[in-house]
């Protein structure tokens, strides 16, 4: 069974910090990629963070040296971490997975095609 459910987004000030959880099912959990990708109002998705099963990561480059990204294989969880957050990362927050081999798993090559599992998202909003 398919089960991603997000949490941790809010509101928040300009610099703060905020983490994200994605909780999973075992399955899902196990996929070769996870990542977590964001919509902003009136663009298209893109990825914030990516992770395969063997630990490897890559990052968008709007949140390079900001976000970090890291699974607890205890509790089937996805994390990430935002530091110094900016108007710009106001977005709808997406965790996916992909549950067939063969898609690309890399930020600045992998889009939301080659994930096949999708949460419903959560909302961040930074504001003053």
């Known amino acids: 069974q398919v089960h991603l459910v997000e949490s941790g987004g809010g509101s928040v000030q300009p610099a703060g910090s905020l983490r994200l959880s994605c909780a999973a099912s075992e399955s899902t959990y196990r996929s070769d990629c996870m990542a977590w990708f964001r919509q902003r109002l009136g663009r298209d998705f893109d990825g914030a963070g990516i992770?395969?099963?063997?630990?490897?990561?890559s990052y968008g480059e709007s949140v390079k040296g900001r976000f970090t990204i890291s699974k607890d294989k205890t509790e089937n969880t996805l994390f990430l971490q935002m530091n110094d957050l900016t108007p710009e990362d106001t977005a709808k927050y997406y965790c996916?997975?992909?549950?067939?081999?063969?898609?690309?798993?890399?930020?600045?090559?992998?889009?939301?095609?080659?994930?096949?599992?999708w949460g419903q998202g959560t909302q961040v909003t930074v504001s003053s």
């Open positions: 992770i395969n099963k063997y630990g490897a990561i």
């Open positions: 996916v997975a992909e549950l067939r081999d063969g898609g690309n798993c890399h930020a600045w090559l992998a889009g939301p095609a080659d994930f096949q599992a």
